[in-house]
């Protein structure tokens, strides 16, 4: 009989607005498991338009998830000019 145990917490890094922190720390300890969304690039859908990754630290055991700006007009221009729906472009810009 093969039996699963799991607990379930959401802890997801708080980014207020767009103009909020640019990184946050999570602790990861050794002998648990994770699993890490670092979120979009490109295509966020948590109102925050700034490009999100993440980067695990085995050596001190945490994840930081980072914020970082990024040419949006640039990325709408090249929605456009690919012949992709304008609803691409314009959900760039509003974090959506």
């Keep these: 009989m093969c039996r699963a145990e799991h607990e379930w917490e959401e802890d997801r890094p708080q980014y207020?607005?767009?103009d909020g922190p640019v990184e946050a720390v999570f602790d990861v300890p050794v002998g648990t498991?994770?699993?890490i969304n670092p979120g979009s690039v490109g295509q966020p859908r948590d109102m925050d338009r700034r490009a999100a990754y993440a980067i695990y630290d085995d050596a001190v055991e945490q994840v930081t998830f980072y914020r970082v700006e990024y040419d949006v007009a640039g990325a709408q221009a090249a929605i456009r000019a690919?012949?992709?729906p304008e609803r691409l472009a314009a959900r760039l810009e509003m974090g959506r």
Excluded: E, I, Y
């Design 16 to 18: 207020a607005s767009a």
């Design 33 to 35: 498991r994770h699993l």
């Design 82 to 84: 690919g012949g992709l």
